[in-house]
C-alpha cells in the first residue's frame, strides 16, 4: 500500500508542476513574472512531494508504532504473566499468521493477534492514504492559489533544494556517527564485562568467546583476537599481491598501449569480475583453485590443507581486480600530455615515461585504487568462508586453515545464544577493525598528500 502511496504522490506532484506552470504561463500574458513558469512549477511540484512523503513516512512510522503497542496491551490482558520477550515472540507468530506465512507456533492467543492486527492494519492503510494524499491535495491548492507575478518561485524552489541536500549530508554524517557510536558504546560493554583486559584481547590466542557466554559472562582467556586478525591481513596481503601488479599492469596497458578497439574491448570484459557474485568467486575457490593448489602442492612434496589463505587470497585478488585496473586507468589517462610530452622531448622512451613521470603522477589516484581494493578484501566473508575455514588459527603458513574478522563477527550475531553477551566480542572486533583500517588509511593519506604536493 505505501509503495502506491509514493508512486500516488509523484503523480500528485507531476500534476502540481503542469498545473503550477499553466497558471505561470496565464499570468505572464497580462504581467511580468519574477520566475519563469517552469520555475513555480518546480516550486509547486517540491512543496506537494515533501508535504506527501512526510505525511505519509510519519503515519507510518507512528501508526506502526500504535498497532504495536495496541497488541502488546492485548496479549497482556490475554495472559497477564507472560514476560516481554514472550509477547514480541507472539506478534511476530501472529505478524506471520496474517500474513500468511510460517509461524513458529500457532495457538488461539495467536490467532486472535492476527485478526486483531489485520483489522489494524486495514484501518492503518486507509488512514496513511487519507492523511497523506488529503494533505498532498491541500498544499497543492494552497500553492496554486499563492502563485502571483511577484511570487519569488526560483528563490524559494532553490531555498528547499538547497535544504534538502543539507539535509541529505546530515543524514551521512549522523549515521556514520550513529554508526562509530554504537560500536565505541557496545565495546565500551564488552571490555568491562572481561574486566578490562584489553591485553587479553588484543594479544591473546585462544578465541572461544562463547565457551561462557550462558552464564552470562565472558572469560578473558578465552576471547584472544589475535589468531582473526593475523588471518585477515595474511589474506589481505595475499590478495593485494596478486591484484595490485595484475591490476597496474593492465592499467597501463590500456591507457597508453593499446589501441583504441583494444581498449573498446578489453575494459568491459575486465570490468566484467565487479560484477560477479561474492558466492560464485567462493564455489569457484573450493571447486576449482583449492583442488589444483593442492595438488601442484602434492606433487612438489608440500602440505597444502583444503581450506587455505592462499586459496582465499588469490581468488579474492582476482575479485579485486577491476577495482584497482579500472580507478588506476582513470588515474593515468588524467595525467596532462603535457608532461609525456615534455619526457619525450627530453629523449626518454615511453617506458621510462610511464615510469619516471607518469606514474609518480598518478600516485595518489593509485593509492586511493589500492585503499578500494585492500577494503573490499578486508570486509569479504563468504570468499572466507568457502576456501578459508572458520576456525582460529595462528599461523604464519598461508597453505594452512585460517579465519578473519568479519567470519568471526558473522557467526557471533548469527547464533542462537543471548545477544547481550555474545554480541560484544563481534561489536569489539568490528570496532578495533575500524581503528586499524582508520589508521591505515591516515598513513596512505600522508603518502598521498606528499605525491600531490610534489606535482601539483
Not at 511540484?45 to 502488546?72: E, H, K, M, N, Y
Not at 590466542?205 to 557466554?213: A, C, H, M
Amino acid at each position: 500500500m505505501e509503495s502506491y502511496l509514493f508512486i500516488g504522490i509523484a503523480a500528485l506532484a507531476g500534476l502540481a508542476f503542469a498545473l503550477a506552470r499553466g497558471r505561470a504561463r496565464r499570468l505572464a500574458r497580462s504581467a511580468r513574472l519574477h520566475s519563469r513558469p517552469h520555475q513555480h512549477g518546480l516550486y509547486a511540484a517540491l512543496v506537494v512531494l515533501l508535504t506527501g512523503w512526510g505525511l505519509l513516512f510519519v503515519a507510518a512510522v507512528a501508526s506502526g508504532a500504535l498497532i504495536t503497542r495496541q497488541l502488546d496491551r492485548e496479549i497482556m490482558s490475554a495472559a497477564p504473566a507472560m514476560e516481554a520477550i514472550g509477547r514480541e515472540l507472539v506478534q511476530e507468530d501472529a505478524r506471520a499468521i496474517a500474513a500468511g506465512a510460517l509461524a513458529s507456533r500457532d495457538d488461539a492467543l495467536r490467532r486472535q493477534v492476527a485478526q486483531s492486527f489485520e483489522r489494524y492494519r486495514f484501518w492503518q492503510a486507509w488512514g496513511t492514504a487519507a492523511l497523506a494524499l488529503g494533505g498532498a491535495a491541500l498544499a497543492l491548492l494552497g500553492v496554486l492559489a499563492r502563485i502571483r507575478p511577484e511570487l519569488r518561485a526560483r528563490n524559494r524552489s532553490e531555498r528547499i533544494l538547497r535544504r534538502l541536500l543539507a539535509a541529505m549530508a546530515l543524514i551521512a554524517v549522523l549515521t556514520t556517527l550513529g554508526i562509530v557510536l554504537s560500536l565505541i558504546f557496545e565495546t565500551f560493554g564488552f571490555f568491562s564485562n572481561i574486566g578490562w583486559r584489553i591485553d587479553k584481547f588484543l594479544f591473546g590466542t585462544n578465541w572461544t568467546p562463547l565457551s561462557g557466554v550462558m552464564e552470562g559472562r565472558l572469560d578473558p582467556d578465552r576471547v584472544g583476537a589475535l589468531p582473526l586478525f593475523a588471518g585477515t591481513f595474511m589474506i589481505t596481503l595475499i590478495a593485494l599481491l596478486v591484484a595490485v601488479p595484475v591490476g597496474l599492469f593492465a592499467a597501463i596497458y590500456l591507457s597508453d598501449f593499446a589501441g583504441p578497439r583494444t581498449r573498446a574491448l578489453v575494459k568491459p570484459v575486465l570490468e566484467l569480475l565487479a560484477g560477479i557474485p561474492t558466492v560464485v568467486y567462493g564455489f569457484f575457490a573450493a571447486i576449482t583453485v583449492a583442488p589444483l593448489l593442492r595438488g601442484t602442492g602434492e606433487s612438489l612434496g608440500l602440505s597444502v590443507s583444503s581450506e587455505s589463505a592462499l586459496v582465499a587470497g588469490v581468488v579474492m585478488g582476482i575479485m579485486i581486480i577491476p577495482f584497482i585496473s579500472s580507478l588506476s586507468d582513470d588515474v593515468i589517462n588524467a595525467v596532462p600530455q603535457a608532461l609525456r610530452d615534455g619526457s619525450y622531448g627530453l629523449g626518454a622512451t615511453k617506458a621510462e615515461t610511464i615510469r619516471q613521470v607518469v606514474l609518480p603522477a598518478a600516485l595518489p589516484g593509485i593509492v586511493s585504487a589500492v585503499l578500494l581494493g585492500m577494503s573490499r578484501a578486508i570486509g569479504e566473508t563468504m570468499i572466507v568462508v568457502m576456501a578459508a575455514g572458520q576456525g582460529p588459527n595462528l599461523t604464519a603458513n598461508p597453505l594452512e586453515a585460517v579465519t578473519t574478522v568479519t567470519v568471526q563477527i558473522v557467526s557471533l550475531i548469527t547464533g542462537d545464544t543471548e545477544a547481550s553477551t555474545a554480541a560484544g566480542p563481534a561489536f569489539a572486533l568490528g570496532f578495533t577493525l575500524f581503528v586499524v583500517t582508520l589508521l591505515m588509511n591516515m598513513i596512505a593519506g600522508r603518502i598521498v598528500n606528499r605525491f600531490r604536493e610534489a606535482y601539483d
